[in-house]
């Protein structure tokens, strides 16, 4: 498997290649430019080591306390907003579907979100096992211990959340538009959704949403829909479809549209080859 990029430093670690980035960052001082909202085509394991933070996915806002650790699943708009910029610290892993077995990644898919742990705990061990021997073997080796730790964490989680009650999700903090706003969002990826369509099906006013949705959320609706859409689109060529056919999938109303979006946000064109 070809190796993307691979660097260390005394604060950064780094392993990227076709399936997996392995991200490892320990920051003494953090400006707000360092943090941007974002969604990708991946799943990530974000675990906080050091700071004080809130996490938004898709609107939910989760308090970010040393060892908690949040599971983002693929087109999961998401952002980390400190409330310090000091001794920030955390591992981030990102992977694809492809990179563990089928019946894992069905069980992930229904797993909570938002999980709270001491220094101590058995999972946080696993990851630090990870941080600790990045260095001491091959790529190609540390892909398969990486896998089986991935694998070894889920197993956990799946076990501990019907023996700790506290491993749960946060309680639900969405305001009540934003989540009618991502539910239609969603619920119609596959349509042409404009400001005028979704201030007429959740009656209120385009001015209104668009500055309620930004202020939480980070991100303009429009951009929003877009990334999305774009996400999916990812997902539907890795799948084999054909560019000419993904746009109407998604709710383009031309290719050339489609293309520009697409093109503005990947970095690449929808024709290029899509690694599943």
Do not use: W
């Amino acid at each position: 498997m070809k190796n993307i990029l691979e660097t260390s430093t005394d604060n950064k670690q780094f392993c990227f290649n076709q399936q997996f980035k392995y991200h490892y960052e320990l920051t003494e001082t953090m400006s707000k430019n360092s943090f941007y909202n974002h969604c990708h085509s991946d799943y990530e394991f974000f675990l906080f080591l050091n700071g004080s933070a809130e996490y938004n996915i898709e609107g939910q806002i989760y308090d970010m306390k040393p060892y908690t650790l949040l599971i983002i699943r693929p087109t999961e708009y998401h952002y980390l907003q400190p409330l310090t910029y000091d001794n920030y610290k955390r591992l981030v892993i990102n992977f694809s579907s492809s990179f563990l077995p089928e019946s894992v990644i069905l069980k992930l898919n229904t797993m909570k979100k938002h999980y709270c742990f001491s220094k101590n705990d058995e999972i946080i061990n696993c990851f630090f096992k990870l941080i600790n021997v990045f260095e001491s073997y091959t790529k190609e080796d540390f892909e398969i211990i990486l896998k089986t730790k991935l694998i070894e964490i889920l197993y956990n989680l799946i076990y501990m959340k019907y023996i700790n009650t506290s491993l749960t999700d946060s309680e639900n903090n969405i305001p009540e538009i934003i989540k009618n706003i991502l539910e239609y969002v969603n619920k119609n990826i596959t349509i042409h959704i404009d400001l005028d369509s979704i201030s007429q099906d959740l009656f209120f006013s385009k001015s209104y949403l668009s500055h309620i949705f930004k202020d939480h959320m980070k991100i303009s609706l429009m951009q929003y829909i877009k990334q999305k859409k774009v996400f999916f689109a990812q997902s539907l060529l890795s799948q084999g479809f054909k560019p000419t056919k993904v746009y109407e999938m998604c709710g383009f109303k031309d290719y050339i549209t489609f293309y520009r979006v697409y093109v503005s946000i990947l970095k690449h064109k929808p024709s290029d080859k899509i690694n599943k």
